[in-house]
């Protein structure tokens, strides 16, 4: 089968098409398929019209432009529906219902409706955009929220079939009116984890053999407060673990915001961050953590997201002690996996992660539950299988 993929943006290190659409499509080449992943370069326009191969999938951006942005984006829209269908594909997947990869779906199917294309059209979804969802939390222009919007309600409908990333999504995507026969569960695979050296890590940032609790966070989605609250009770019980916080805000106000709750609790000297870490020295991180701390809150946008995050600790062989919210539940199976408490319930947290920094054996054994569990269940080969079951549900031969 010949697969081509749309996406919203290019490879950017914390986006959809780098932790979701690419690592998929390795592994349907593996199975002997055939994919393309056409993009525009958002964030590196300089990158226009460039070509090249990662592991057997073809990849182009597109040129971006000509003219200022909003004018270029039907131009920048047709160019990867052309570059897409002189592919000829069997199936195009689009990532997102909205923004590049949603006009580039709302043409796919007028051109199908006019008999001037053939090709069957999959819609991804990865997180709920509209009221509720991203729209909410991003400063977009109200044109652009609108748009979004309706492009989210009209793709998820007019889809040949939809791969969701959370069962929340699933429920939402029912919700619309769309046939359960159509909607295809695909949360996010786990990376492939690879022995990291925690030692290197500990010694850089002064860590030395104290118990340490990990913190892998875009700080977004809880409330900061929660995670100093968490760490002054621990301290009370552990007074020499520490806190390592690896990764940065999505919005530079929540590691401010976090940085001086830090401060005012005279915390400053129990925490470590490390700021955002390239994905080749993650390992190392995460071998570094005795404990890792998932926080949560129980919003729309939590539900109907699937961590990526969690996903890679818990591959690494990382216990984790998590808010039980939304896909979390799904990747952690209680006291066999990890440990879910109450979301919000910062003392819960805290409780849990003592008991675990006092039980060595216990800690080890969930660690390697996690990972097992993991490899099972959510590597990319296996969920694979999944995307070529929506493949056929619309009306794809694979």
Same mark, same amino acid.
């Given at each position: 089968?010949?697969?081509?993929?749309?996406?919203?943006?290019?490879?950017?290190?914390?986006?959809?098409?780098?932790?979701?659409?690419?690592?998929?499509?390795?592994?349907?080449?593996?199975?002997?398929?055939?994919?393309?992943?056409?993009?525009?370069?958002?964030?590196?326009?300089?990158?226009?019209?460039?070509?090249?191969?990662?592991?057997?999938?073809?990849?182009?951006?597109?040129?971006?432009?000509?003219?200022?942005?909003?004018?270029?984006?039907?131009?920048?829209?047709?160019?990867?529906?052309?570059?897409?269908?002189?592919?000829?594909?069997?199936?195009?997947?689009?990532?997102?219902?909205?923004?590049? @990869?949603?006009?580039?779906?709302?043409?796919?199917?007028?051109?199908?409706?006019?008999?001037?294309?053939?090709?069957?059209?999959?819609?991804?979804?990865?997180?709920?955009?509209?009221?509720?969802?991203?729209?909410?939390?991003?400063?977009?222009?109200?044109?652009?929220?609108?748009?979004? @919007?309706?492009?989210?309600?009209?793709?998820?409908?007019?889809?040949?079939?939809?791969?969701?990333?959370?069962?929340?999504?699933?429920?939402?995507?029912?919700?619309?009116?769309?046939?359960? *026969?159509?909607?295809?569960?695909?949360?996010?695979?786990?990376?492939?984890?690879?022995?990291?050296?925690?030692?290197?890590?500990?010694?850089?940032?002064?860590?030395?053999?104290?118990?340490?609790?990990?913190?892998?966070?875009?700080?977004?989605?809880?409330?900061?407060?929660?995670?100093?609250?968490?760490?002054?009770?621990?301290?009370?019980?552990?007074?020499?673990?520490?806190?390592?916080?690896?990764?940065?805000?999505?919005?530079?106000?929540?590691?401010?915001?976090?940085?001086?709750?830090?401060?005012?609790?005279?915390?400053?000297?129990?925490?470590?961050?490390?700021?955002?870490?390239?994905?080749?020295?993650?390992?190392?991180?995460?071998?570094?953590?005795?404990?890792?701390?998932?926080?949560?809150?129980?919003?729309?946008?939590?539900?109907?997201? *699937?961590?990526?995050?969690?996903?890679?600790?818990?591959?690494?062989?990382? @216990?984790?002690?998590?808010?039980?919210?939304?896909?979390?539940?799904?990747?952690?199976?209680?006291?066999?996996?990890?440990?879910?408490?109450?979301?919000?319930?910062?003392?819960?947290?805290?409780?849990?992660?003592?008991?675990?920094?006092?039980?060595?054996?216990?800690?080890?054994?969930?660690?390697?539950?996690?990972?097992?569990?993991?490899?099972?269940?959510?590597?990319?080969?296996?969920?694979?299988?999944?995307?070529?079951?929506?493949?056929?549900?619309?009306?794809?031969?694979?």
């Amino acid at each position: 089968m010949r697969i081509a993929m749309i996406g919203p943006f290019g490879l950017h290190p914390k986006g959809t098409m780098r932790v979701r659409a690419l690592p998929l499509a390795r592994e349907l080449v593996a199975l002997g398929h055939a994919v393309k992943v056409v993009m525009p370069p958002w964030r590196t326009p300089q990158e226009g019209d460039r070509a090249w191969n990662d592991r057997g999938v073809a990849i182009e951006y597109v040129a971006p432009g000509p003219g200022p942005d909003p004018l270029s984006y039907p131009i920048v829209t047709l160019r990867l529906v052309r570059s897409a269908l002189a592919w000829r594909p069997d199936i195009v997947h689009c990532f997102k219902p909205k923004a590049f @990869a949603g006009l580039a779906a709302w043409v796919l199917w007028h051109l199908r409706r006019l008999r001037m294309t053939k090709v069957r059209l999959v819609i991804d979804a990865d997180d709920w955009e509209g009221a509720g969802g991203w729209n909410e939390l991003e400063p977009y222009p109200l044109p652009f929220r609108k748009l979004f @919007a309706w492009q989210e309600r009209w793709g998820l409908r007019h889809a040949d079939a939809l791969t969701v990333a959370s069962r929340t999504l699933e429920s939402l995507v029912w919700s619309l009116g769309v046939s359960p *026969c159509k909607v295809h569960y695909l949360p996010n695979g786990a990376r492939s984890p690879r022995p990291g050296d925690g030692s290197k890590v500990r010694d850089k940032h002064g860590l030395g053999e104290r118990p340490v609790v990990l913190l892998y966070t875009r700080f977004f989605e809880y409330d900061p407060g929660r995670v100093v609250a968490a760490l002054g009770q621990v301290l009370s019980e552990i007074p020499d673990a520490r806190l390592l916080v690896v990764g940065e805000g999505l919005f530079p106000q929540d590691d401010a915001r976090f940085d001086r709750l830090v401060a005012e609790a005279g915390l400053t000297q129990n925490v470590a961050r490390a700021g955002w870490v390239p994905e080749e020295q993650l390992p190392g991180y995460f071998a570094a953590g005795d404990v890792a701390i998932y926080p949560f809150d129980d919003t729309l946008i939590n539900r109907a997201k *699937c961590a990526v995050k969690l996903a890679d600790l818990l591959a690494a062989g990382v @216990a984790v002690v998590a808010d039980a919210v939304g896909q979390n539940v799904e990747y952690i199976v209680h006291n066999e996996t990890g440990l879910l408490v109450p979301s919000g319930d910062a003392g819960a947290m805290a409780r849990q992660v003592v008991q675990l920094l006092r039980d060595d054996a216990r800690r080890r054994a969930l660690a390697s539950a996690a990972a097992s569990r993991m490899s099972e269940h959510y590597s990319w080969s296996v969920l694979a299988t999944k995307a070529l079951a929506a493949y056929r549900a619309a009306g794809a031969e694979t």
